[in-house]
């Protein structure tokens, strides 16, 4: 019910872009966001949207938007000056639990 698409690899420095669009009884579920899991560490949030407010982690450090455009059903996650650290699975989030299978990101040095 969550279907992810966007990253991939990057050098560092570089941009991607995630999207996740809900579909089916969780369409319209908020909060929703997205966590990440790097190889060896655990799980960890990235951002969070609850309607209008956000919410990111420390080491975002205003590199991250998140955003959610209900005319098309999609919540995005636009990261810019990527750097190696940002590499592992990303993960979309619904409220009640709800994971997205998961895409990679990959930032070469």
């Known amino acids: 019910q969550l279907a992810e698409s966007g990253g991939g690899l990057v050098q560092a420095g570089g941009s991607l872009r995630l999207s996740c669009a809900p579909s089916g009884m969780i369409a319209s579920i908020n909060p929703m966001g997205w966590y990440r899991q790097a190889p060896g560490k655990q799980r960890e949030l990235v951002a969070r949207?609850?309607?209008?407010?956000?919410h990111y982690a420390d080491f975002v450090k205003d590199r991250f938007t998140i955003s959610r455009d209900y005319a098309n059903n999609t919540v995005t996650l636009q990261m810019n000056s990527l750097e190696p650290e940002d590499t592992g699975v990303y993960y979309c989030?619904?409220?009640?639990?709800?994971w997205g299978q998961g895409t990679q990101v990959t930032v070469s040095s």
């Open positions: 949207i609850n309607i209008l407010t956000t």
């Open positions: 989030w619904a409220n009640g639990d709800y």
